[in-house]
Structure formats: structure tokens, C-alpha cells
């Protein structure tokens, strides 16, 4: 059965829609007055506490519904002291920062012998007398690629390095940063511990820091030694919160369009692109299509709480509002560069439906993938449950360039890029959200 | 009277050696070597006489003749603790760093009311009682520019702000970075206070910093609240010291030709491209015109010390090393990026000669500019006292990215633009040491 043609918007009204909002200002404000007047927010603090009222308020005044902040307790990490220094053979400065559930070393650091690695691979296959005990670094080879697939592969180092570390005796592992740029800001970011696994110290160091050491380990004739200290804290169960608004839709029987972000941050920087970027995004758009007449589903912003910090915003809502019916989820959450490529989920019977997506975003030089589309971690447990994605998959070239850095701050947003978003998003989402159920999922 | 046209290499001998000179990984490894073994080498400190040590074993290894370290007492100032952040309306931490001769803070930090400023002649005409007692902020505009030109124009909100400030009973005086990257890395450099005025804290924050603390003074209806914590100490008289080495030339009455470069660097990062570039670069042009074969004049390699913190080994060279006879005097420390003019301060006398550097530059892409020749801040007392330069300006447009910033290391440098630095000095200097006195000055 075909999708009922006469409730989607006609080509040239989404034209239109599309045009305009390729002179969108909402995200860019959006994104400015977030990271000047909020700033940094952690997952679990007080200032993403504050984000959340800060963002309470701007929705409503973009007219949103339903607004409200929903909370939830999650355990809370924070940074301490971090500093790291060559004393041996070389003396080096290192710029250097924990990840996320790091260890502590003692308050006065840690004195040890630095062993390196190539890669995670070369580490798993050192013998436990060489490791245990020692000050690990562990280096990779992370390039940047367009659709963030480098992450994936690299990301490992970080992910499970420091717990694999922590198994075999290893008194702190030191990586280099997940990033792909040349400057002297590491990237954070969170690792994880096994069950009864006591953490250790595990920090990032900058690239540059990276191949310096590399080079020191290369040519030093006696042991590399690196004094490092990390003092961070558990906080224990902190609060943290989602945030909702809805734009109403004229059919209450119809399954909701969800359209997710995350407004925790980093602390390091002011998050930006990490993922202001994508509230102003998913706000500015559903925003947009509201602007073109009430859509038949209902279209729910999710800010989602604490991503970052274990995805805890994304679980939250799904315990709440897993039973709800949602059509399809999407999210940004991948920086503020151009969208190039859409992958939809949709299943076969809105085959159609996708087509139309497609057309629609050709004209910003969006071709269309034959990738998954996955959604993205937030409504990733949605999804999992059976709800349909559709990814507007944005250039990642530049990404790990910033990514989880002191540098993710608003001076990298490109308004251009930006706008363009808002403008896949809204033909996107004003299609979505005046589709038929046809044969909804 | 025309050049002893016998005396200078001819056509084809240089067109052999600036090939040459292009493929040169000399230069590149003497920074490599230098930043890794060695590291940042602030003036006065222990770690640049480490760097002296390495520089004399450098150059002997190299064959360079007379190679020794000549010492020199300076005043010493060393960074200590340095945080800010703003407490009020919004919390958000700087990345800053302090000026070179900041006073200090209290060691708990002050805490005080922001007053900004969009520049220095805002400031200038502000009343005191608008800035007695305040934490002052001035901004800038400085862009980027192919001749660094731009570094004079913006630049007094560092050199003279401080000063102008402590007269007027400002607090403390916040910078934006004298640079024109968008990084969390801010720039450090010198700063002087007149006799008698008592040194204020001082300090720039990144321009990403800037631009933020910017939009916050714009929006804030209450008062902005900085607390600052910067610690430096003077640590009195210290040694600092000059490496020179030579290339002894076959004719002991000609003058001969000093070339120079900086061996000290700003602490933040590694001094790869301010100065280790330059050092690299002189080092391996005059040991490729030896290659040549002996020239006619000696060519005299000056790594100056401590010329970051006051052009101390400028000084000190001319105070013992004055009254010999220059030929010409030339410096690199600008970058590593490519040589694009050729300045010739030779007097008309030495037309031909400088018609003939010109042409032996052309080839790489060299142009012949009608600016008149500085020679650099260590050769300066003696192009002041008359000795001529020839200056090979170096491409400034990305320099001030990373001038005085965490961000000057190795990892910076391009080979290709490096060699062909090289390559522009070993033919200037093969036509200036085998050059006649005809009318020397």
C-alpha cells in the first residue's frame, strides 16, 4: 500500500523549507549562548544541573511542549590533579589528561619505568613480566575517515586498554590521545572497568607528546622514567537529568518521531561540537517544521543527560518511555560538520518513504548510503527495541580533531555546515513526522 | 669596481648545491634531535645549558671549527602555578599562561571584578578610576600576515600593556594571546615594567578563551568575577650563554659572515620552529658551503642564548665580539615555513652581489623584496652599529599560530619547507663568503 501521498509535504513546499533554513541562525545562537552561558557540563554536576534549567528555558521559548526536566541518579566521576613529566632520559613536560573513571595515583604521583607499545595489539602479546609493575604507553594509528569508522577501530586503546592494563598488573597506562590533530590538548574520554577489577591511573597524552615519547623510547639507551599524577574522585551517585519538549502532533494515535542529542559535555572544553551542536540542530529543525503547520506525529526532542559518562541519559529515558510508541528515532551527535550521506532504517514497506527523504536532501549534496543506520547512543536502546533509524550521517574528517579536547569550544562551528544540517534535518523530519503508519513497525 | 667574479661559486656549482640542499635532512634532524633530546630551553635555565652541552657536541660532530659556549649572567624569571577562571555570571575555566616577567598573585590566587577592553587604545582612554583595582582585560584584532608585519601592529597589548597597567593601579591585566590560531593553547612571551613600577600579575588566555570571556562581558547585566592564580618567581642572576662555532675561511683578513639563530626557547612547548629551525637551518647551509669547498671568509654560527626573555645573547655577543670585523650579518627565526624574499641591506657597492643572490634565489621561488634589512633581534646590536644584513624573510602567514604556545613542537615542521630554507642559505651564504672586500664596510 502506498504511503498516503496527500499528508506529505509537497516537493516544493520542502524546497522552500529547505532554502530557508539553509539561512538558519536558531542552532548557531543556540550553540553560542549554550557554551558562553552554560559552558562545560559533566554528566552528574552541577553544571550540567544547570544546562538542564538553561535548557528548560529555551525550548519553551522556542515554543515547544511538554517541556520538563526529568532526572535520574548515576555515579559520578570528576577530574583532579593531572600532570605528567619525563625525568628520565630527557626531562618532557607532558600534556596529559585522565579518562574517564581513571584511577588515582597517590596525592605527590607516581614514580615509574616507562614500557611501550606500538599498538593495543603489542600489548596483549608482552609477556606479564614485562608490563607488571611498570608505567605502560600504549600508541595506535588512528587516521581520520569521513564516516568516524577510524574511531571504532582505534578506540580500543582507551576502551579497554586501561581495564586489560588493570588485569595484568600495570601500575597506570598512558595512551595516545583518540584524536587525529597535532595539538597539545589530550583527548579524555570514558573507559570502563570489569567487575572487580581495581582501576588504575589511565590518562591520554597529546599527539605531539605522543610521538615525542615515542621518540624518547626509541633512542633512550637506560630506562624511560615518567613521574604522573591523577587525583580524580568518585563522587558516588550523583543526579543527572534528561530534558523533553515536544512539538504536538494533530494525530495522538500516531507513533512519535523521537530526534535525540546529548547536552552533557566534556569538562575539558565548552562542547560545542560535542554535541551542542546537535540540540541546536534537532531543536532549530523540529522548530522549523512545526513553523510549516502541525505535523501529524508528535516530534519529542530529547536532550538526553550524562552520555558521555556511560549513556546513562539514553537508558534513563528508555526505563521511562521504552513503551511508548516511536516511529523512528534519530539523533545528532557526530560534531557540527556537513551532513554528506542519510542511511534509513525504515523498513521495506516505507520504501517510498525513504526515497522521498532521499530526493529531498539531494539537493544539499547528501547522496544516500547503504549503511546501517544505527541512530546513535542515546535512543541506541530504542533502537535495539525495534525502533526504525534514520541517520543524517554527518563528515567526521575533522571530528577527532576536537573530539573530548579543551578545544571543542564555539569558535570550531562552521555556520555554513551548520545550517545545512538544520536544513537536511527539517526536510527529513517534516516528512517523518507527516507519514502515514501505513505499515508502521 | 665589480665583484672578484673568480672569487664566487659559479652557475652551475650552485644550481648543484641548492639541489642539493632540497633534499637536506640536516636541519630536520638537528630539530628532531634537539627537541627530543633536549626539549624547551628557557633562557637562564638549567635545561638550556643542557642544550648549550648538546649544541657543542652538535656542532663538533658536524666539523665545525672553534666551537665553544661563551656565558653570560642574566636576570631570571621562571612561571609558576597559572589558573583562571570566571566565577561570575558563569564558571568557566581560561586556559591562560603568563607573560614573561609577571608579577605574581597572592599564592591562593585575588579574585576581582573584569573590566574589558576591546584594545589597548580603549584602555589608553578609559579613566582610571574605570580600571584602579580591577582585573583588566584587553583584547586585539591581529590576523595573520605573510611578513609578520602584523605582530609589530598588535603586539604592544603584551609588550606595554603590562606597564601601562601597573601605573594606572590595575589589579592584574588578562590578554587575549598575541597569535591568530583558534586553540586552547595560549601565547606567552615578554613583557617589560619600567623602572621602578612594580610588576602586576599578567597573563594571556587562548583566543577561544578570548572570544568566549568577550561574549560573557557583552551579556553580563551584573559583574563579571575572574579569580587568577599566577606564581612565577624571579630567581635572580643566572647563566645563560651563547654557542658559537666556525667555518674557518682561507682568507684570515676578510671580515666574515655571522650567521645566527636563538638556541633558547619559550618553556610552554619545544621550540621547534622558534628557534630550533633556525639553528637547524644555519648549521646545515654553512656546513654545506663547506662542503663546497674552504671559503674565502670565515662563516661564523651564532645560537644566541636568552633571547626570548630580553635578547640577552645578542649583547653579550656584541659586548666581547663587537669591535672583530662583519662582513654581513644574517639571522633565521622566524619559522620553518618557506623563504618567499630576499632583502639585501649590502650597500650600492655590492649591487652585483646582490643582484647575484637574487638570482641564485629566484629558482625557488624566491621574489626580491625592496624592504629594508633587520638582520634579527641577536645580530641586531651589530646591523645597529652598521654591519649590513641580508635577510631571507621566511613565510609569517601561519607562524603566529603557534609562536610562544604549547603547540611549537617537531611535529610542526615541514621537510620540504625546511630544506628549502636551506637550500635559500646555502647559496646566499656560498655567494657571501667567497664575495670580495672590493668596498667592504
Redesign the interface.
Known sequence: MPIAAQTLPDDASLAVARDAALQDRVALDFV?DL??????RQGGTE?EARARTWSVARLRSMGFANVRSEEFQMPTWVRGEETAELIAP????L?ITALGNSGATPAGGLTGEVVGFADLAAFDAAPDSAVRGKIVYIGHTMQPTQDGSSYGAFGPVRFVGPDRAARRGVAALVIRSIGTD????PHTGNTNFGEGVTPIPAGAIS??DA??LE??LE?ASGPVRMHLTLTPRNLGQQTSGNVIGEIVGSDPSAPMVIIACHLDSWDL??GAIDDAAGCGIVAAAAKRVADMGQPRRTIRVLFAGAEEVGIHGGRAYFERHGAERHFVAMESDFGADRVWRVDSGLPVTHAALSDRIARALAPLGIGRGSGRASGGADVGPLVQAGVPAVDLQQDGTDYFNLHH???D????IKPDALAQNVAAWTVTLALLANSSDAVAP
Open positions: 553560542e557554551t558562553t552561558e552554560v559552558g562545560q553544571a630527557y626531562p618532557h613536560r600534556a597535532s595539538h597539545r590538548n599527539n605531539p610521538d615525542n621518540r624518547v633512542r572544553g565548552t579536547t579543551p578545544d569550544t564555539f569558535d570550531k
